[in-house]
């Protein structure tokens, strides 16, 4: 089955600073790849997600990149804030056939 | 806010007892996602339910159980508690199966003692 890799564990970034996660996936079937962000005390929330037919997506200042060929798919977070500051997952899955396989998270720290 | 609530929000149970989560979904979803989240861990995939059946299941032994209700609500019940059953337990709705766009509540955070 499907095994999805995420590094770093943790990142602290000063306030305006970029970030950047960086996950690997096993399936070469995968075509799906979503990033969820949770903050203390609630559950994992969707912030942006890619499929396999794309490189690059950008929603204002989070960004995903897909390596299909090597296997895999950074966050990227530009100008970053506090409010930042949470664990960011990276998931993979084949859309419409397996559910998601989570990477173990990177906390994030935003430093003022 | 995803709509999304479960509950109860935190429990504490002791080895061989048996604990049952409920989850409601969002309106208008009709599927129901499980994971357990250990801590300091990414979610893993308990089960998944569609329609009031279980359509997938993760590396989960059978004293995890579930049901889905006609309204689309659903349960997870874990008999024999385990001390490494104490996890956060998340339930996620969502359209369809394995859509990949997953909306989770705030989670059951269970400790078995």
């Known amino acids: 089955g499907e095994n999805v890799e995420q590094h770093p564990s943790t990142l602290s970034v000063q306030e305006g600073d970029s970030a950047v996660i960086k996950c690997t996936y096993s399936?070469?079937?995968?075509?799906?790849f979503p990033w969820y962000k949770q903050e203390l005390g609630k559950g994992p929330q969707l912030i942006i997600d890619?499929?396999?037919?794309?490189g690059e997506k950008k929603d204002q200042r989070i960004a995903v990149t897909l390596n299909k060929t090597a296997k895999h798919f950074s966050l990227h977070i530009t100008e970053t804030q506090p409010e930042d500051s949470a664990v960011y997952f990276c998931?993979?899955?084949?859309?419409?056939?397996?559910?998601?396989?989570f990477g173990k998270g990177t906390r994030l720290s935003v430093i003022a | 806010e995803t709509g999304v609530t479960q509950s109860p929000t935190h429990l504490i149970k002791t080895r061989g007892q048996q604990v049952t989560l409920r989850c409601s979904s969002q309106s208008g979803h009709n599927t129901v996602s499980w994971y357990q989240q250990a801590l300091g861990q990414g979610p893993q995939f308990i089960f998944q339910y569609y329609r009031e059946e279980e359509n997938g299941r993760g590396n989960f032994p059978p004293r995890f159980s579930g049901l889905q209700f006609p309204n689309y609500s659903s349960e997870l019940n874990v008999n024999a508690l385990e001390l490494d059953d104490s996890a956060l337990y998340l339930c996620?709705?969502?359209?369809?199966?394995?859509?990949?766009?997953?909306?989770f509540g705030e989670g059951s955070r269970l400790t078995v003692l």
């Open positions: 399936d070469s079937a995968s075509n799906y």
């Open positions: 998931a993979a899955s084949i859309k419409g056939n397996t559910p998601l396989v």
């Open positions: 890619i499929r396999s037919n794309v």
């Open positions: 996620a709705s969502s359209v369809g199966i394995n859509t990949g766009e997953l909306f």
